[in-house]
């Protein structure tokens, strides 16, 4: 069944065409990866879903409910989380206030009580306990990625949204990530996910989408993405991620 | 509710009303025209701080709720004859109406617009009100004396607004902690670091900041009925005070933006500071350059106030001094 | 029925005052647009703007019209002093703390001007006569203020436009650390551009100076009309203020026939409020 569906989302900005016709559908409790290159209008796409951005065309359907053009708050308590790519911690708020909001606001609209607690458990799930009464500013940029990740999952939603999680982090924390990911997953909460971090994203996730010049170009497996004609040439023009889909390829 | 069970607020009520009662109980009038103004400008500055400090947004125009609610109030003690606090009360709901509808309008604008938009508020009422007449135009409005006598006499009056006053300072310290420690209060400090994020968080950040606005509009506009009753009179000039709208910020700001006490010892601090320098040989002609000076040093070296030194100095405090 | 000759006597009146004001407001603006600071001190400085050409003027014998350049002088080194005091350090703090620093200076200078001054009315008694066109007279005085003022304009966009330091300024305006990565010493340049809206405001003060009279306070009416103006023209854009000072200029020339003139500020801080709520383009555009 589908959770997340769009239904030919265009956006543009100016002369700008940040998304023509996108279309595509998440399915319940699947992990979805978006690659794509730099300005293919990925995290546009995320804008849209989650109501920072209003589309000129289409619309997004959640839970078989028209969410198109409603505020993000609105998106946020119908069960939709997102983590951010720039991260965007509380600063002047402790770590537990940060992921209290998350719990507070979210999908369940908890009280300020029940949120502690849950905000407490899913510390303890991210490995950020230690820094609870930290203030978010203090934090290196890491745990600033995965407090990101816990306001998110405190909030309880049925879709996250990971905007580049795994960008900055060295081998062993992004083989940590993953983990935490398919934790994730495993809870029952479905994953849409943009990545540059090819193999990782090839490795956790059940289908992936292409997006390239604000189109979706190719849809699929990871094994049939990594060999797929267009999403090559899409990649050839840049050297890293060219290298980094060899490696997709080889391994 | 769980505050009667806080330590902080327990402190926070037995120092207030500590600080309160004693010129009621040494029966000192200039020690109650002291504290009428102290505790008048821990309201100001407290209410405000609930836009400012925990929603952060700069507000210039706080007094307008003031001197609007002071007008509303004297309007109808003056003119339809009503008693003191139910004036006083009408005042309040009326400037927190008001703000509910400006809050939807002009809370769109973030930032220093929106700080522009709070001064052009404030000039644009004070500007009308000068020109309508049921409110007596640029002059005003003075109370005949005789309506002093249904408290007793003018004396007895003076009294009974202390009192009232001590209670609505108590009432808006108490709302300002409440929010605080309330999830209302964390959703608007989430909007104070990052409004957008807050959003995206499921803040429902237009309703919680009219709320904010109105609620901190809500005791300014009491006040003002306390205050101008006391007064006598009123008149545009006194009642929008642009002056008093930005030292009020300076009294948030010198105590610490965010916290409870620091409007609280900010308004007290400023205010005796500002009564040492006035009567003072020395300072009595440049006490306002002085001031000018002080703030200045407060948000180069301190902008955290006094009480966001001191809790982030001694984090032990922050049980007892919210 | 009014006729037509007062409508033109009070247009051309109300617009020569808005080439003053529009000045007034440039250096607001300038300063907005450069680093995204509201000068809260913008209405004492024109207030030393008036002092300035005054004590020259009844003190030291100076003309009116040659001390403006000393205030213009001066202007300029005083916003540069203003800028390294309060305004450097707290300049990528939140914006309240850029408004109190700058508002700190406004007490202090009010608060000494006070002291030095009182709040006596001084004016500056001088006339360059009078031009009668039919049902318009025309001061003097004023007409020099608005050709004063358009000169000024014009320099400064000739400096913004087609001078190296001008070009600098800009350059920091638009993006500070593209700047910096060029080699240019934005720090320095952020100075300067604040002296130099200083200045504008001292010097419109001067102008004014020569015909209406003022207290240290007066100032603060220039300040509120200047915030106006610049919303007008668009917070940030020294061109559009001057086009926002004509038509503020007009509106208080035009206004008076047909309410009481105290009608005018209601409709100027009206207008004010409803601008910034309506012209979200320039005025949201700052996430």
């Known amino acids: ?251 | 509710m769980s505050m009667w069970r806080s330590i902080s607020w327990w402190f926070t009520l037995i120092v207030l009303l500590g600080a309160g009662l004693w010129p009621i109980a040494s029966g000192s009038a200039t020690g109650r025209e002291d504290m009428f103004l102290i505790l008048m400008l821990v309201t100001l500055a407290s209410s405000l701080n609930i836009l400012l400090g925990y929603t952060g947004y700069v507000n210039f125009g706080h007094i307008v709720f003031f001197g609007l609610g002071g007008y509303i109030g004297f309007y109808l003690m003056h003119r339809q004859g009503w008693s003191l606090g139910p004036a006083m009360i009408a005042g309040g709901l009326a400037t927190a109406a008001l703000a509910l509808v400006l809050g939807t309008i002009i809370l769109r604008l973030r930032g220093a617009y929106f700080a522009l938009a709070t001064i052009g508020i404030n000039e644009a009422v004070r500007a009308f009100v000068a020109n309508f007449e049921p409110f007596g135009g640029a002059t005003g409005m003075s109370l005949n004396f005789a309506v002093y006598q249904a408290y007793g006499g003018a004396a007895q009056a003076l009294w009974i607004a202390y009192g009232v006053l001590l209670a609505v300072t108590l009432l808006t310290v108490g709302i300002s902690f409440a929010v605080k420690h309330s999830k209302f209060g964390l959703g608007l400090m989430a909007i104070r670091e990052d409004e957008d994020a807050a959003l995206v968080l499921g803040v429902r950040g237009p309703r919680a900041k009219t709320l904010a606005y109105a609620l901190s509009a809500l005791f300014p506009g009491m006040v003002g009925v306390l205050f101008f009753f006391k007064n006598g009179n009123i008149e545009p000039g006194d009642a929008f005070r642009l002056h008093l709208s930005i030292e009020t910020l300076v009294m948030v700001m010198l105590g610490g933006q965010g916290t409870v006490w620091g409007p609280i010892l900010g308004a007290a601090l400023y205010e005796r500071l500002r009564g040492y320098l006035l009567t003072s040989p020395l300072f009595k002609s440049l006490h306002l350059a002085f001031a000018g000076m002080l703030l200045l040093l407060i948000i180069l070296f301190v902008p955290a106030g006094v009480i966001g030194w001191l809790r982030a100095r001694f984090p032990a405090i922050r049980r007892v001094i919210p | ?287």
């Open chain 3, 1 to 287: 029925m009014v006729s037509p000759g007062v409508w033109i006597a009070s247009l051309i009146d109300g617009l020569l005052l808005g080439f003053v004001y529009g000045l007034a407001a440039m250096g607001l603006t300038l300063i907005w647009g450069v680093m995204r600071v509201i000068n809260l001190a913008h209405g004492p400085i024109i207030a030393l703007g008036m002092f300035g050409v005054y004590l020259l003027f009844a003190y030291g014998g100076v003309h009116p019209y040659l001390g403006l350049f000393a205030v213009a002088l001066l202007g300029l080194l005083v916003g540069i002093l203003i800028y390294a005091i309060a305004v450097h350090r707290v300049l990528t703090a939140p914006h309240l703390s850029t408004l109190l620093a700058t508002f700190s200076i406004n007490m202090m200078i009010i608060g000494t001007g006070t002291a030095l001054f009182t709040t006596t009315p001084r004016n500056i008694d001088i006339s360059l006569g009078r031009l009668v066109l039919g049902p318009v007279v025309l001061l003097g005085t004023r007409l020099l203020a608005a050709l004063a003022a358009v000169l000024i304009a014009a320099g400064l966009y000739v400096f913004l436009y087609r001078t190296t330091l001008g070009k600098m300024v800009r350059a920091v305006a638009s993006n500070r650390a593209a700047a910096e990565l060029m080699g240019i010493p934005s720090a320095r340049v952020l100075a300067f551009s604040f002296g130099l809206g200083t200045m504008l405001a001292a010097v419109a003060g001067g102008l004014i100076a020569t015909f209406f009279p003022f207290t240290i306070l007066s100032g603060g009416a220039y300040e509120l009309k200047s915030f106006v103006i610049c919303v007008l023209g668009g917070l940030g854009n020294p061109t559009g203020a001057l086009l926002g000072g004509l038509i503020l200029g007009a509106l208080e020339g035009l206004i008076p026939i047909v309410l009481p003139v105290s009608w005018v500020p209601v409709i100027e801080f009206l207008l004010f409020v409803l601008l910034l709520l309506l012209r979200p383009q320039g005025l949201l555009g700052e996430r």
């Open chain 1, 1 to 251: 069944m589908s959770l997340l569906e769009i239904q030919g989302v265009s956006k543009r900005f100016g002369g700008l065409q940040a998304l023509n016709r996108v279309s595509l559908h998440v399915s319940e409790g699947e992990i979805l990866g978006l690659i794509g290159p730099n300005g293919a209008g990925k995290t546009t796409l995320f804008n849209v879903i989650n109501g920072v951005y209003r589309p000129e065309e289409g619309r997004v359907i959640f839970r078989g409910q028209d969410i198109t053009g409603r505020p993000p708050y609105e998106i946020a308590r119908l069960g939709i989380a997102r983590a951010h790519q720039i991260v965007r911690p509380l600063n002047e708020l402790t770590v537990l206030e940060n992921v209290m909001v998350g719990a507070c606001f979210g999908r369940e609209n908890r009280s300020l009580r029940e949120a502690r607690e849950i905000a407490l458990a899913v510390l303890e799930q991210v490995g950020l306990a230690g820094k609870r009464d930290v203030e978010a500013a203090r934090l290196n940029v890491a745990e600033k990625k995965r407090l990101e990740l816990a306001r998110a999952l405190a909030a309880r939603p049925y879709l996250i949204l990971l905007d580049e999680v795994l960008a900055g982090l060295n081998p062993t924390e992004v083989a940590t990530m993953l983990e935490v990911i398919r934790a994730i997953r495993a809870s029952g909460i479905t994953v849409l996910m943009i990545e540059h971090l090819m193999h990782a994203v090839m490795n956790v996730s059940d289908r992936i989408v292409v997006l390239d010049y604000g189109e979706v170009i190719a849809e699929g497996i990871p094994q049939e993405i990594a060999h797929h004609p267009r999403v090559i040439e899409a990649y050839l023009g840049d050297p890293r991620l060219s290298q980094s889909l060899l490696e997709a390829q080889g391994g």
